[in-house]
């Protein structure tokens, strides 16, 4: 299911951990199909947990840990958790269904449940709530951010992760507002002629967006600096090869600042990247990212043999509705 946005970052962009003091803490996992055979838990202050599968399958491990907020993470998918003096924590759950399945039992979970459960809650909200009018989705917001409070009022919940995620709640409203604007507007390019551009290659020489006309253009906008850009490059390789020699193009454009041309270079060779590889020419203020009103990345457009806008807001390489799309529109 595609993401919007995450509510881990926000509450993580919100808030310090609480208290210095540092608790004991007993964590286990048992995951089914996992993404990695180590599991990393991260904080403020540089905080990381890493803890390896045993030999029975089960990550285990006792550390101390201010108590908190937190994020763990599987490999490629993260999510909140709440640390507090003396947890012990037992977490279960099916990767494949990373966010549906997590289910937190011990001493001290509540909160960690909590967290999990509003995930998902978010995550029904931008599925549903982006496609409404305007008014409507005013009004749906409003009726999540007072539902939100009820539900961690009625709680039996640690005061100040109350406090927290009243905060959190806060950044959710005003960032889901920008969202929907940013969305809208995405989908009122559809149809629409695209935005050109002409960009340095890095086979060289410069290449514009009409020199590719008469294919279907997938167009990842990256940088190096961005972590989750880097986390769908071997995903966008093996659509590349899936796709090679149907009438599309995978062009990747990088909107690293002029003063780091020498590292895109340096990266796309170390990592062998395919496609077109751009650098664009004036980072995030270039003509064609700001006509696309990107305001973060990775970003995927999807663009027709004419020229015009598929999708200004398209699938990521990792997410299997992509390649459903993909093989509707190449066979």
Same mark, same amino acid.
């Given at each position: 299911?595609?993401?919007?946005?995450?509510? &881990?970052?926000?509450?993580?962009?919100?808030? /310090?951990?609480?208290?210095?003091?540092?608790?004991?803490? %007993?964590?286990?996992?048992?995951?089914?199909?996992?993404?990695?055979?180590?599991?990393?838990?991260?904080?403020? !202050?540089?905080?990381?947990?890493?803890?390896?599968?045993?030999?029975?399958?089960?990550?285990?491990?006792?550390?101390?840990?201010?108590?908190?907020?937190?994020?763990?993470?599987?490999?490629?998918?993260?999510? /909140?958790?709440?640390? %507090?003096?003396?947890?012990?924590?037992?977490?279960?759950?099916?990767?494949?269904?990373?966010?549906?399945?997590?289910?937190?039992?011990?001493?001290?979970?509540?909160?960690?449940?909590?967290?999990?459960?509003?995930?998902?809650?978010?995550?029904?909200?931008? !599925?549903?709530?982006?496609?409404?009018?305007?008014?409507?989705?005013?009004?749906?917001?409003?009726?999540?951010?007072? *539902?939100?409070?009820?539900?961690?009022?009625?709680?039996?919940?640690?005061?100040?992760?109350? *406090?927290?995620?009243?905060?959190?709640?806060?950044?959710? !409203?005003?960032?889901?507002?920008?969202?929907?604007?940013? *969305?809208?507007?995405?989908?009122?390019?559809?149809?629409?002629?695209?935005?050109?551009?002409?960009?340095?290659?890095?086979?060289?020489?410069?290449?514009?967006?009409?020199?590719?006309?008469?294919?279907?253009?997938?167009?990842?906008?990256?940088?190096?600096?961005?972590?989750?850009?880097?986390?769908?490059?071997?995903?966008?390789?093996?659509?590349?090869?899936?796709?090679? &020699?149907?009438?599309?193009?995978?062009?990747?454009?990088?909107?690293?600042?002029?003063?780091?041309?020498?590292?895109?270079?340096?990266?796309?060779?170390?990592?062998?990247?395919?496609?077109?590889?751009?650098?664009?020419?004036?980072?995030?203020?270039?003509?064609?990212?700001?006509?696309?009103?990107?305001?973060?990345?990775?970003?995927?457009?999807?663009?027709?043999?004419?020229?015009?806008?598929? /999708?200004?807001?398209?699938?990521?390489?990792?997410?299997?509705?992509?390649?459903?799309?993909?093989?509707?529109?190449? !066979?």
């Amino acid at each position: 299911m595609k993401k919007l946005f995450v509510t &881990g970052l926000l509450i993580f962009s919100a808030l /310090n951990v609480i208290g210095q003091a540092k608790n004991q803490i %007993k964590f286990t996992a048992k995951i089914e199909n996992r993404n990695s055979d180590t599991l990393v838990i991260k904080g403020r !202050n540089n905080f990381k947990q890493v803890i390896p599968i045993d030999k029975n399958g089960v990550f285990a491990a006792s550390f101390e840990a201010p108590k908190g907020f937190y994020m763990f993470s599987d490999g490629v998918e993260s999510s /909140n958790i709440y640390l %507090k003096p003396d947890s012990e924590i037992n977490l279960t759950m099916n990767a494949k269904e990373f966010d549906e399945t997590i289910v937190y039992k011990g001493k001290g979970v509540n909160e960690s449940n909590f967290l999990a459960q509003q995930a998902l809650k978010d995550e029904k909200f931008q !599925n549903e709530a982006f496609a409404k009018e305007s008014a409507e989705f005013a009004t749906l917001l409003e009726t999540k951010k007072k *539902t939100d409070l009820e539900s961690l009022e009625k709680g039996d919940y640690d005061p100040e992760f109350k *406090t927290g995620l009243k905060m959190s709640f806060e950044s959710f !409203n005003q960032y889901a507002a920008q969202e929907y604007e940013r *969305t809208s507007k995405a989908r009122k390019m559809i149809g629409k002629a695209s935005p050109q551009f002409d960009y340095e290659n890095f086979k060289g020489g410069k290449t514009k967006l009409s020199d590719l006309k008469g294919k279907y253009i997938y167009i990842d906008l990256w940088a190096t600096w961005c972590a989750p850009c880097r986390a769908e490059i071997p995903y966008l390789q093996k659509i590349e090869e899936k796709y090679h &020699g149907k009438n599309i193009e995978f062009v990747s454009i990088s909107i690293d600042k002029a003063k780091d041309n020498a590292k895109w270079k340096k990266f796309v060779t170390d990592k062998n990247l395919g496609g077109v590889q751009l650098f664009a020419d004036k980072d995030w203020e270039s003509e064609f990212v700001v006509n696309y009103g990107v305001t973060g990345i990775p970003r995927f457009i999807l663009i027709d043999p004419k020229g015009n806008i598929l /999708n200004s807001d398209a699938e990521r390489p990792s997410s299997p509705e992509l390649q459903k799309q993909l093989d509707t529109l190449l !066979n």
